[in-house]
């Protein structure tokens, strides 16, 4: 029975593949079975299971690659291992990909403020405080002395604070009383675990007792921008700066990357970029003539490359190469007989430099009290200024020599007549040795006169002269030091100076009026010399230059200071016209001008006019024409 049934079985089991393979063979004939062979063989190879196509082209964009990264590393059952180093490397891919870059990220730690996030200490305390009235020690008698009463003492004080230290605090606290500042109707102050509390107001008959009751475990601050929940320590945050400050350093040590540099015919070097390595890559930059020349790239610092050509490489431009590659030189042998008739001749240094300024203004002027006449006028002013200057820097000798001659002439429209406005005629000359640091010795002459005759103008055209030629003439002798800041100004001071004011035709001129005796024809004078001047840009075109005197006479009223200060300010136009705005200004105490009151003339007690010395003010403005050469 068994044996019948495992027959029947394997007929079954038979059945189909024999019914396939005769089905088969009956659709083939003999003769083609080569052919469906070979058939058969390809259609497997192209396709192992029919109707099912190779991979086609897979794209994913940045969040679809995150997605499905994550879903393969995430997963504990596709791996065999948990650390293996294809699944902590696209671990790492992710992490890296889904987060700003490294530079933005310590832009930012490097900024960020932590000290805006400590919790100050006191808030892990829990303060209480206990308030103890003293016993006040009562007389013997009522009647007795006041003086009798017996204070109480810090004795007494101290042995009471001791005495609520033993109620109030553990035995393990060590509080410290200061009994140098401890005091009636003072705090007393516990210290536990090194905090010290916040002073408390005075009490005035009792004392108050200051008592940690506890310590918190976390604290935090309620602010919008505070990060964190609770702290467990006041100072997490210096080490949470000092660790992000470490791990940046670490970071920026160790971040690298490479660089392919590549010249134009596809030859190309590695470079490494880090901050470690001072290794130089030899790279070959190819010319246009078949040629190349070596370049040195290297990696001094982070973030920066270095080029550097190979020693011994000359540039040259293809011009000048072509102009002059068949270039030739013609040389001529000398005979040795004309080289010795030629003569060395030493260069001799220039010490010597001339200057001259020339300008012509058109100006309108104002004048009040000037000793030597004028009036309110529209003039013309030649100004010619020449200046000689010697600088011998071996002897460290050096001079300075100015001559100016200035003319101005008015035409006046109320009064008629051409008449003069400005007359000087003036020689500065100065010579100095160098002293020490910017200190010069310096011996100094200035001469001042004027050159046509001058009148009292308005009031008197042609009878009443007041100057001419040579009268009056200012001679001024002086030796001192001179100082210079620098290019543009200088101070010179003469402690001992003489100043003659000489006027020759007392018969025409008044002497007195420049402060000469009626007897004499000149005035010496004895005296402290000083002198400024300076050159001030104030403006991009607007110039300024400023020089101003100063001289007390020793023998006679020394706190009175002859002034004499002359501003000019210069804009130029174009090349050659310039806006100028010229002001005098002289103050001599010796200089006696006649006083006016409303037009009329002030009387003296001798019945004469009152004379008095004045300020004398002189202001030219205009548009000058400068010619320098």
Same mark, same amino acid.
């Given at each position: 029975m068994?044996?019948?049934?495992t027959?029947i079985?394997l007929i079954?089991?038979?059945?189909?593949?024999?019914?396939?393979?005769?089905g088969?063979?009956a659709?083939?004939t003999?003769?083609?079975?080569? =052919?469906?062979?070979?058939?058969?063989?390809r @259609?497997?190879?192209?396709?192992?299971?029919?109707?099912?196509s190779?991979?086609?082209?897979?794209?994913?964009d940045? $969040?679809?690659?995150?997605?499905?990264?994550?879903?393969v590393?995430?997963?504990?059952?596709?791996?065999?291992?948990s650390?293996?180093p294809?699944?902590?490397?696209l671990r790492?891919l992710?992490?890296?990909?889904?987060?700003?870059?490294?530079d933005?990220?310590i832009?930012y730690?490097s900024?960020?403020?932590?000290?805006n996030?400590?919790?100050?200490?006191?808030?892990?305390y829990? /303060?209480?405080?206990?308030?103890?009235?003293?016993?006040?020690?009562?007389?013997?008698s009522?009647?007795?002395?006041?003086?009798a009463?017996?204070?109480?003492?810090?004795?007494?004080?101290?042995k009471?604070?001791r005495?609520?230290?033993?109620?109030? !605090?553990?035995?393990d606290?060590k509080?410290?009383l200061?009994?140098?500042?401890?005091?009636?109707?003072d705090?007393?102050y516990?210290l536990?675990?090194? *905090?010290i509390?916040?002073?408390?107001?005075?009490?005035?008959?009792?004392t108050?007792?200051?008592?940690?009751?506890?310590t918190l475990?976390?604290?935090s601050?309620?602010?919008s #921008? *505070?990060?964190?929940r609770?702290?467990?320590?006041p100072y997490?945050?210096?080490?949470?700066? $000092?660790?992000?400050t470490?791990l940046? +350093?670490?970071?920026?040590?160790?971040?690298s990357v490479q660089v392919?540099i590549?010249?134009?015919k596809?030859?190309?070097a590695?470079?490494?970029?880090n901050?470690?390595?001072?290794?130089?890559?030899r790279?070959?930059?190819?010319d246009?003539?078949k040629d190349?020349?070596?370049?040195?790239?290297?990696n001094? #610092?982070?973030?920066?490359?270095?080029?550097?050509?190979?020693?011994?490489?000359? *540039?040259?431009?293809?011009?000048?190469?072509?102009r002059?590659?068949?270039?030739h030189?013609?040389?001529?042998t000398?005979? #040795?007989q004309?080289?010795?008739?030629?003569?060395?001749?030493?260069?001799?240094t220039?010490l010597w430099?001339?200057?001259?300024?020339?300008s012509?203004?058109?100006?309108q +002027?104002?004048v009040?009290?000037?000793?030597?006449g004028?009036?309110?006028?529209i003039?013309s002013?030649?100004?010619?200024?020449?200046a000689i200057?010697y600088?011998?820097?071996?002897?460290?000798?050096?001079?300075?020599?100015?001559?100016r /001659?200035?003319?101005?002439? @008015?035409?006046? %429209?109320?009064?008629?007549?051409i008449?003069?406005?400005?007359?000087i !005629?003036?020689?500065?000359?100065?010579?100095?040795?160098?002293?020490f +640091?910017?200190f010069d010795?310096s011996?100094?002459?200035q001469?001042?006169? @004027?050159?046509?005759?001058?009148y009292?103008?308005?009031?008197?055209?042609?009878s =009443?002269?007041?100057?001419?030629?040579?009268?009056p003439?200012?001679f001024?002798?002086g030796?001192?030091?001179e100082?210079?800041p620098n290019k543009?100004?200088?101070?010179? *001071?003469?402690p001992?100076?003489?100043?003659?004011?000489? =006027?020759t035709?007392?018969a025409?001129i008044?002497?007195?009026?420049? +402060?000469?005796?009626?007897?004499?024809?000149?005035?010496? #004078?004895l %005296?402290?010399?000083?002198?400024?001047?300076?050159?001030?840009?104030?403006?991009?075109?607007l110039?300024?230059?400023?020089?101003?005197q /100063?001289?007390?006479n020793?023998?006679?009223?020394? @706190?009175n200071?002859d002034?004499?200060?002359?501003?000019?300010?210069?804009?130029?136009?174009n090349?050659f016209?310039?806006?100028?705005?010229n002001v005098h200004?002289?103050y001599?105490?010796?200089?006696?001008?006649? =006083?006016?009151?409303?037009?009329?003339?002030?009387?003296?007690?001798?019945?004469?006019q009152k004379?008095?010395?004045?300020?004398q003010?002189?202001?030219l403005?205009?548009?000058?024409?400068?010619?320098?050469?």
């Amino acid at each position: 029975m068994r044996l019948r049934t495992t027959k029947i079985l394997l007929i079954f089991y038979c059945l189909p593949v024999s019914l396939t393979l005769s089905g088969q063979v009956a659709e083939v004939t003999p003769t083609d079975t080569a =052919v469906v062979t070979e058939h058969v063989v390809r @259609q497997v190879k192209a396709s192992p299971l029919p109707g099912i196509s190779g991979p086609q082209d897979v794209h994913l964009d940045h $969040a679809a690659s995150l997605r499905f990264l994550e879903k393969v590393y995430s997963s504990p059952s596709m791996w065999k291992r948990s650390n293996d180093p294809l699944r902590e490397a696209l671990r790492s891919l992710v992490w890296l990909a889904s987060r700003p870059p490294a530079d933005t990220l310590i832009k930012y730690l490097s900024g960020y403020g932590y000290e805006n996030i400590r919790v100050p200490a006191e808030n892990y305390y829990v /303060f209480d405080s206990v308030r103890i009235i003293l016993p006040v020690m009562q007389a013997d008698s009522a009647a007795a002395d006041t003086a009798a009463v017996h204070p109480v003492t810090d004795e007494m004080f101290i042995k009471a604070g001791r005495k609520l230290e033993k109620v109030r !605090l553990s035995a393990d606290a060590k509080p410290v009383l200061r009994n140098d500042t401890l005091r009636l109707n003072d705090s007393v102050y516990i210290l536990m675990r090194d *905090f010290i509390p916040v002073r408390l107001p005075h009490a005035t008959n009792d004392t108050i007792v200051l008592v940690i009751t506890d310590t918190l475990p976390e604290a935090s601050l309620y602010r919008s #921008e *505070f990060p964190f929940r609770y702290l467990r320590n006041p100072y997490v945050t210096d080490s949470l700066e $000092a660790a992000v400050t470490s791990l940046i +350093g670490y970071l920026e040590a160790r971040d690298s990357v490479q660089v392919k540099i590549m010249s134009e015919k596809g030859r190309g070097a590695d470079v490494w970029l880090n901050g470690r390595s001072d290794n130089l890559i030899r790279f070959w930059l190819p010319d246009g003539d078949k040629d190349s020349v070596t370049v040195w790239v290297g990696n001094p #610092e982070r973030n920066t490359i270095s080029l550097r050509a190979e020693e011994g490489v000359l *540039f040259r431009k293809q011009v000048w190469h072509d102009r002059y590659v068949d270039t030739h030189v013609n040389v001529t042998t000398a005979m #040795e007989q004309n080289l010795r008739r030629v003569a060395l001749s030493k260069i001799k240094t220039n010490l010597w430099k001339f200057k001259t300024d020339l300008s012509y203004l058109l100006s309108q +002027g104002v004048v009040s009290n000037w000793a030597k006449g004028g009036e309110n006028n529209i003039s013309s002013v030649l100004d010619v200024t020449s200046a000689i200057n010697y600088n011998n820097k071996v002897s460290n000798v050096n001079s300075a020599t100015t001559a100016r /001659f200035a003319l101005g002439l @008015q035409a006046s %429209g109320k009064y008629g007549g051409i008449r003069k406005n400005l007359d000087i !005629l003036e020689i500065n000359a100065k010579i100095n040795h160098k002293a020490f +640091g910017k200190f010069d010795l310096s011996g100094l002459f200035q001469m001042k006169t @004027q050159f046509l005759p001058g009148y009292t103008y308005p009031n008197d055209t042609t009878s =009443v002269l007041v100057s001419k030629f040579f009268n009056p003439a200012t001679f001024i002798l002086g030796y001192g030091l001179e100082y210079k800041p620098n290019k543009t100004t200088s101070i010179s *001071f003469s402690p001992v100076s003489y100043k003659g004011t000489f =006027v020759t035709d007392t018969a025409n001129i008044n002497q007195t009026k420049y +402060g000469i005796a009626a007897d004499r024809r000149s005035k010496n #004078e004895l %005296g402290a010399y000083l002198t400024i001047n300076s050159k001030v840009v104030l403006f991009e075109k607007l110039n300024m230059t400023n020089k101003i005197q /100063f001289f007390s006479n020793f023998l006679s009223k020394p @706190q009175n200071v002859d002034v004499d200060w002359e501003m000019v300010a210069t804009m130029p136009l174009n090349w050659f016209t310039d806006l100028r705005v010229n002001v005098h200004l002289i103050y001599d105490d010796n200089t006696l001008l006649p =006083v006016f009151s409303d037009g009329e003339p002030v009387l003296g007690t001798d019945g004469k006019q009152k004379k008095a010395p004045m300020v004398q003010f002189n202001e030219l403005l205009g548009v000058s024409f400068v010619f320098k050469f």
